[in-house]
Nanobody
Framework: QVRLVESGGGSVQAGGSLRLSCVVD????????LAWFRQRPGTEREGVAA????????????FVKGRFTLSRDISRDNAKHTLSLHMDSLKPEDSAVYYC??????????????????????WGQGLQVTVSS
């Protein structure tokens, strides 16, 4: 089981930046897929960015187009990860509730798999991001 606590978000004008953070407390030792998803009003949840703690690759949703950066820090005792999403050049269409999520097994071998919400069982509470024009 994994506990995820999100912070950040808020309101910003178009072209601005925001940073989202998620502290991931995993109760079992191992590697995880950690990701951010978002859900815009009236749409399905979609993958924003994801990484595998046992590797170096980060994948992004096609709509990101280089504007967002996903990063991860790990505590000294390896017990907690902090997953951060730095968002630049925000657009009104980026307004959504953003969720942090974690997946342990099985391996998600492709980008579509890593960005598919149904592959993740552990979720944060969600953060509202509002971008005004």
């Amino acid at each position: 089981q994994v506990r995820l606590v999100e912070s950040g978000g808020g309101s910003v004008q178009a072209g601005g930046s925001l940073r989202l953070s998620c502290v991931v407390d995993a109760y079992t030792y191992g590697d995880y897929y950690l990701a951010w998803f978002r859900q815009r009003p009236g749409t399905e949840r979609e993958g924003v960015a994801a990484l595998f703690t046992g590797g170096t690759r980060t994948v992004y949703g096609d709509f990101v187009k280089g504007r967002f950066t996903l990063s991860r820090d790990i505590s000294r005792d390896n017990a907690k990860h902090t997953l951060s999403l730095h968002m630049d050049s925000l657009k009104p269409e980026d307004s959504a509730v953003y969720y942090c999520a974690a997946h342990e097994t099985p391996l998600l071998r492709t980008k579509p798999q890593a960005l598919r919400p149904s592959n993740y069982a552990n979720w944060g509470q969600g953060l509202q991001v509002t971008v005004s024009s």
